[in-house]
């Protein structure tokens, strides 16, 4: 069994559910009201089931309703996360409920809530996404960590001279995580959870803000943001670097021309490269969608435009926070670039859903 969920089994004492209600299919997530160290706290925790834990809309509605309760409350979240992603099968539309999902982490953020989350074996796709909102992140040493899964980054033609193994492993994820800490045993589990949940002093989530843009380089440009008298241009049918996000994290930043900021968007997805996997891609989009929701709570009116196409990770990350997604005629939001879901799951599994975006809460208005 791994570290995590033997952990939890052992020293978290659960109390009651918060999932009692729920029916369907076997949930992917349970919660409880729970106690760890005398102290109260609410526990999320990832389920095995056939699909891997991966999250559906069910599932992620549920998880929202406990972070209100967790707010109200003014409980600290553990979240023992052992995930695979999105839910493929329910087809294009759970990109709207990861849109509500991510601004569900960000609002209790903002908070001041503590938000723990304990890594399992395989957090991937949008659960990478949730994970880089915790204010802590405990990796075990069997974790891995990856915006796309590994078979689709192995069988990518660019990427099969690269150790994709050793990019998303636990190892080299801390390295690059100002919020991460390492635990091989129950012990050092123990100790890391009680220090995260005893910390006082600046917001985790102002650090990370602080370490992200060095990814671009001391002076955070990338010729593909470009910076009018509107807004931001992200130019470009190619999916953005790493640079490409630490620039536009920057300049979302840095705005301070007017209390409207236009993001304008033509690229389709996240990077699918192991370089940019290999700098924690995962961690740069939460970035994102913090600046952007950081710049909105200052009093800035933020629209996310999206002006091609737009898949995976870099939709959520820039819808989840905006004040209004719009989109142009035609546009299609899909939950993963052209071509990768049928290397994931058979076709006709997937829910044959004609996908109206507006209806789906996907984006908020069509423009042009």
């Known amino acids: 069994m791994e570290l995590m969920r033997t952990f939890i089994d052992e020293h978290v004492a659960l109390l009651n559910s918060l999932a009692l209600g729920l029916t369907g299919n076997p949930l992917s997530v349970t919660s409880w009201c729970a106690r760890f160290h005398d102290q109260p706290v609410v526990l999320i925790r990832s389920e095995n089931t056939a699909d891997k834990g991966a999250l559906g809309a069910v ?25 695979a992603g999105a839910r493929l099968s329910e087809g294009d539309g759970i990109q709207a409920s990861f849109r509500k999902l991510l601004r569900s982490v960000l609002e209790f953020r903002t908070g001041g809530h503590r938000f723990i989350v304990l890594m399992g074996r395989n957090v991937f796709g949008g659960a990478s996404l949730l994970a880089m909102g915790g204010d802590t ?83 955070n440009v990338s010729p593909r943001v470009h910076i009018n008298a509107a807004g931001l241009y992200c130019a470009g049918t190619t999916a ?18 007017e209390n409207t900021l236009t993001l304008t968007c033509e690229w389709p997805c996240h990077s699918l490269n192991t370089q940019d996997e290999n700098a924690y891609q995962s961690y740069l989009l939460y970035g994102l969608s913090e600046a952007i929701y950081h710049k ?73």
């Open 59 to 83: 599932e992620i509605d549920h998880i929202c309703k406990v972070f209100e309760y967790a707010a109200k409350k003014r409980w600290p979240i553990l979240f023992y996360l052992n995930s």
């Open 137 to 219: 992140r405990i990796y075990e040493p069997s974790t891995r960590v990856s915006m796309t899964g590994p078979r689709v980054l192995e069988k990518l033609s660019d990427n099969r001279n690269q150790d994709v193994s050793a990019i998303i492993a636990a190892e080299n994820r801390i390295e690059k995580d100002a919020s991460g800490v390492w635990a091989e045993g129950q012990s050092e589990v123990k100790r890391a959870l009680i220090e995260a949940l005893t910390r006082s002093g600046p917001n985790a989530a102002e650090l990370d803000m602080a370490h992200i843009p060095v990814a671009a380089g001391p002076q």
């Open 240 to 257: 953005p670097s790493v640079v490409d996000l630490a620039a536009l994290i920057s300049a979302v930043t840095d705005w301070d021309r």
């Open 296 to 368: 909105v709570d200052e009093g800035c009116e933020v629209i996310c435009h999206f002006a091609e196409d737009v898949s995976g990770g870099l939709y959520i990350a820039l819808a989840s926070a905006s004040t209004e997604v719009t989109a142009s005629a035609n546009v299609k939001v899909q939950a993963l670039p052209y071509g990768v879901v049928d290397q994931i799951i058979v076709s006709g599994d997937v829910k044959k859903v004609n996908v109206e975006l507006i209806a789906l809460k996907i984006i908020d208005r069509i423009e042009g």
